[in-house]
Nanobody
């Protein structure tokens, strides 16, 4: 009933930019927080950025000043603008939504992940 589809990943050189987008579809009543996580090979998943329903944002220290998260409430999308990319940003990025679906139940919805590779 709820599906998240990520797009915008790929290969980029260090210093370049990418924009990730995540579109939510299904029986969604409302969306509270929307965020992006990432998991690099051999490492644990970490929160990259989150934005709540009021537009307040939080970022991992490692991406502050380089990444910007924003949302389009009308389209149920969240995007992550990634600038000044570094090789250590290489990871699979996962979209995550804290939402209320049609049965008035709160849940975390996850995308399948999208690969971002930053070359030296």
């Amino acid at each position: 009933q709820v599906q998240l589809v990520e797009s915008g990943g790929g290969l980029v050189q260090a210093g370049g930019s990418l924009r990730l987008s995540c579109a939510a579809s299904g029986s969604i009543f409302s969306i509270n927080a929307m965020g992006w996580y990432r998991q690099a090979p051999g490492k644990q998943r970490e929160l990259v950025a989150v934005i709540n329903s009021g537009g307040r944002t939080n970022y991992a220290d490692s991406v502050k000043g380089r990444f910007t998260i924003f949302r389009d409430n009308a389209k149920n999308t969240v995007s992550l603008q990634m600038n000044s990319l570094k090789p250590e940003d290489t990871a699979v990025y996962y979209c995550n939504l804290d939402l209320i679906w049609s049965a008035n139940r709160r849940m975390d919805a996850w995308g399948k992940g999208i690969l971002v590779t930053v070359s030296s």
